[in-house]
């Protein structure tokens, strides 16, 4: 079995035997979900073995502030320890969490969960929309054979919609848009039941916002293509089991792959708009949480399917839970079937945006390996970090230069700033933080509290690889000042008694005294320096002292 890594190159896996138990929590706006899994990477494959559910709306934010208000965040914690205790009982090996739309747009959103991982120890992920989109696709993938035919998802949560376009190979579309059920409801409806001057402004809005992600999807289909519609989300479950009530008289167990016509969904959105609270409550199946918002999530799936020209929607149970299990499994090398080009997803998104931000990726790799090279030496010696930390300093070191493609000047601070702002694929918030960081302080400045970027980093452990791993990344550059590759390689050797550490740089050339290079170092070391407590003494290695220490 093989897994890519950040060196660009395939190892060797071992298989694993025995099935593991996991959780993956998807931290809403409208509700908290939990899978409990058991991955059985023999096939590769996994079984839910439990399920849970709390409605706690964070998504019910604050309209002065927008932040997430006490009562919400009380009912997310008390949600997230109850999870948490389920998972323990079943003897999940790990909790994986991700945040979405509320948390992400919520200006204490960050504050939230560094309170729940001190308070529980559990972090939480926050992805962006376009990261949700992908994790989505593949909770799809897992629950859904393509046949390598089009498919269009739509995922309908409380803040945001997710519509994707894909054919079981990498996905070709992934949007994210700011219309969800509890969003519009809140924001949009004042009038019980909806009034018809509401109901039609609420359309309009509807349609506009999601006119730029259909168009996109459309520019992706190929001529003579047909794709079919799946939709996931509690929103589009809940219309489902609706529909399926009044049709069949009773709700089929799984609802999965049940079938929706877009004319059954007019007729029911029609019906629901007339309807009052306490009428939508009181309809079988229907809780009083899921009628507050149904009439907004269902008009959402409505116009999607108008603008789209799709008669039908067909349900999905998987989403974005179970596509956090799927990303796990391939981080893990778990998976090498049709899904196994996502596990370079990472490394194929900084080289799009490397391409992207004309990055001389030749230059760029020479200081990622060179890099790479610094921090396998001083692993275990100078720092504890692991693979998932030296893909980082890979991603921050191939981008450490895209700032030139602002300006020259400050292009340190534009590197940041594109990589923050740049929607990479497989990576957490946290993470692209991290990584743009750790490009931010590849030049001038070492990182300090009162930078506004460094701050941003709301996590103590990502904040120390920033300043461990931007002191190797500093070493990198200045080892290739003249960017012709005149150093071939670095070997380190430390020396605890004087609190050296000794660099030995051996040239691409022998005849090259990397004169540059030498005191590119020698200027540039006060950061690695003051982080490690040591002194460092760049020495070039000639081939006459190579082998006089060896």
Known sequence: MNIQTARGDFLSVPSVAHDRILAAIDVGTNSIHMVVVKVQPTLPAFTIIAKEKSTVRLGDRDRSTGNLTLAAMERAYK?????????????????IAVATSAVREAPNGRDFLEQIEEQLGLSIHLISGQEEARRIYLGVLS????????????????????????????????????????????EFITTDPISVAEFNYLQAYVRGMLERSVEEVALNLRSG??????????????IATLHAREKLGIVPDPLHGYVVPLRDLKELVNRLRR??????????????????????????????????????VTICER??????????????????????????????????????????LPYAERIAALAL????????VLHEWGEEERGLLWSAAILHNCGHYISHNAHHKHSYYLIRNGDLLGYTEVEIETIANL???????????????????????HRKVVDQLSAL????????????????????????????????????????????????????KSCFEEEYNLKLIPILETKSLATSVQ
């Open 79 to 95: 949600a997230l320890k109850r999870c948490q205790e389920i998972a323990r009982s079943l003897h999940a090996e790990e909790i």
């Open 143 to 186: 629950g859904v054979e393509f046949g390598g035919q089009p498919h269009i998802i739509i995922d309908i949560g409380g803040g945001s919609t997710e519509i994707i376009l894909g054919d079981g190979q990498e996905p070709r579309t992934l949007t994210s848009t700011k219309v969800g059920a509890v969003r519009l409801s809140s």
């Open 225 to 238: 293509e047909v794709p079919r519609l799946v939709g996931t989300s509690g929103t589009i479950e809940a």
């Open 275 to 312: 309807m009052n609270l306490a009428e939508r409550s009181a309809m079988p199946g229907m809780n009083d949480r899921r009628a507050e918002i149904i009439v907004a999530g269902a008009l959402i799936l409505q116009e999607a399917m108008v603008l789209l020209g799709l008669e039908s």
């Open 319 to 360: 989403s974005l839970r179970e596509g956090v299990v799927v990303d796990w499994m391939l981080t893990h090398g778990l998976i090498e079937d049709r899904l196994r080009y996502q596990s370079s997803i990472r490394q194929r998104s900084i080289l799009r945006a490397a391409q992207k931000y004309q990055v001389n």
């Open 373 to 380: 090279s610094l921090f396998d030496q001083t692993q275990g």
């Open 439 to 461: 490009a931010r302080y590849h030049r001038k400045s070492c990182p300090r509290k009162k930078h506004e970027s460094y701050r941003s980093l709301n996590s103590k452990k």
């Open 473 to 524: 990344l500093r070493l990198a550059v200045a080892l290739d000042r003249r960017q012709i590759g005149a150093v071939r390689q670095v070997r380190c050797e430390l020396r605890p008694e004087t609190r050296e550490f000794r660099l030995f740089v051996q040239p691409a050339n022998p005849a090259d005294d990397c004169a540059l290079e030498m005191w590119s170092l020698d200027f540039k």
